[in-house]
């Protein structure tokens, strides 16, 4: 899914292995409200597809694949990597970037009509692990204080700790370093090196209750080098494999 919110990134910064594209409905404004056609039918195809590995540039498309995973019966814990914790809700956010609330609406916060638009039932706060996440708004950081989402540092993050039942996993390639990932659009520094964030990746697909993936690159297509980002997506799905998850 080729999309940083109502944006068509073409090229997409990285070449998807065979698989499809969903390229429309694009979105006519950046509002919540305008996204429900495109991902009704992301939501179609996640719930068609078994083992699906979701490639898009925005971590809000995340809504979309889980409501089509709730629509085949599965209720997924969500692991979360990310640089940021993706908590704001339209109420607390300072800079009305949509980027950066899809874990809140995930978790059914603030008030917006999208989760119900798509058939998004609420991922309890204890069903969710935030990892590797190292910038954080003040407004988030009361929010994620007041919940019961566990945050744990990438090396730390081990299959024990996973919540029980399926598992789905979004990772948005800005938890890397900039030095392993030049052109994040939102780069934090002292990120994670393309081997803990890959060992933290097969960690999870050793659960063998993977029934997802989300690789969101969150790259500016002007910014970064086209090389690192494709070894960057290597890397990502040699760890899945390596965990014994196959698309
Ligand atoms: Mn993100």
Redo the contacts with the bound molecule.
């Keep these: 899914m080729p999309y940083h919110l109502d944006e068509l990134i073409d090229p997409f910064p990285v070449t998807v292995p065979d698989g499809f594209v969903v390229k429309g409905p694009r979105p006519k404004s950046a509002s919540w409200d305008a996204y429900t056609p495109l991902y009704t039918s992301v939501a179609q195809m996640v719930f068609g597809t078994e083992n699906a590995i979701m490639w898009t540039g925005d ?1 809000s498309l995340t809504l979309a694949a889980v409501a089509g995973l709730q629509r085949r019966g599965i209720d997924p814990a969500v692991v979360w990597m ?3 914790g ?1 908590f704001n809700t339209p109420q607390t956010t300072q800079s009305g970037y949509l ?1 950066g609330m899809p874990l809140a609406m995930l978790t059914q916060r603030g008030e917006v009509d999208l989760p119900m638009h798509i058939g998004l039932r609420a991922v309890p706060d204890e069903r969710v692990i935030l990892a590797g996440t190292r910038s954080v708004d003040p407004p988030e950081e009361e929010l994620l204080q007041e919940s019961r989402i566990e945050r744990v540092g990438l090396d730390a993050l081990s299959t024990d700790m996973l919540p029980s039942g399926s598992i789905f996993l979004h990772v ?1 390639v ?1 938890v890397l370093d900039a030095s392993e990932l030049p052109g994040a659009r939102f780069a934090a520094p002292d990120g994670a090196s393309l081997a803990q964030l890959s060992g933290a990746i097969e960690r999870v697909a050793q659960s063998t209750r993977l029934v997802a993936v989300h690789l ?1 690159f ?1 790259v500016d297509p002007e910014k970064q080098d086209g090389e690192r980002t494709a070894a960057v997506a290597r890397g990502l799905i040699e760890a899945l494999r390596r965990g014994g998850f196959q698309a």
Aim: aromatic share 0%; hydrophobic share 20%; proline share 0%.
């Design positions: 971590c990310d640089a940021h993706d980027g948005d800005d969101a969150t």
